[in-house]
């Protein structure tokens, strides 16, 4: 795909999107394109262009389309803490609990692990599972080892919230088998 053309779609989407509109019209095959080794919606939500990541969503783009790295754009937005981003792919239907699975963690172990609790609350509203529990015992609990100590009751009551307790899961999954504790198990 030639660079250049690919480099005016972008900066249309980002500045004229009437432009975009023409230059898409003109060539679908544009949003197969990638910029800076990204797909275009991954380094749209990356440099946070809301509106040019909903443009191209509005052209076809699917919104759980994968980078190289197996990531969604929602794995993306969750990590960088762009709210708004992650209630736009939501609202279009993004999947909440989409694996990534080289390290497999999803969405809300993201926005947990990094610290971000309005995303989180976001996430949950559309369904993300908080009692996900994957290989490398992988669960909300072990993300919140990443959180500040002061900003970890918050995240521990939202949790209980939705049902689901440090304690609960350690039960759940008989990690008693392996753990002395639930302290040992999640690592806090």
């Known amino acids: 795909m030639n660079e250049a053309r690919v480099g005016d779609f972008v900066e249309a989407c980002i500045t004229h999107p009437d432009e975009a ?23 749209f939500v990356i440099e946070d262009f809301q509106a040019a990541a909903g443009l191209l969503l509005e052209f076809g783009f699917p919104v759980d389309a994968r980078d190289e790295d197996e990531r969604t754009a929602l794995h993306c937005a969750c990590l960088l803490g762009r709210l708004g981003i992650v209630r736009m792919l939501l609202k279009l239907g993004a999947d909440a609990n989409a ?24 996430l949950l509203e559309y ?46 999954h008989r990690m008693g088998e392996l753990h002395d504790s639930p302290e040992q198990a999640f690592g806090w």
């Open 99 to 122: 694996p990534h699975e080289p390290i497999w963690v999803n969405p809300l172990h993201i926005a947990v692990g990094n610290g971000h609790a309005d995303i989180t609350i976001l």
């Open 21 to 43: 509109r023409r230059l898409f019209a003109a060539d679908p095959t544009l949003l197969q394109g990638t910029w800076a080794g990204d797909p275009l919606l991954h380094w």
């Open 127 to 172: 369904g993300a599972r908080v009692d996900y529990f994957v290989a490398g015992y992988q669960s909300i609990f072990s993300a919140l080892q990443h959180v500040s100590e002061s900003e970890r009751p918050m995240f521990v009551q939202l949790l209980a919230r939705h049902g689901v307790t440090r304690e609960g899961l350690f039960e759940q």
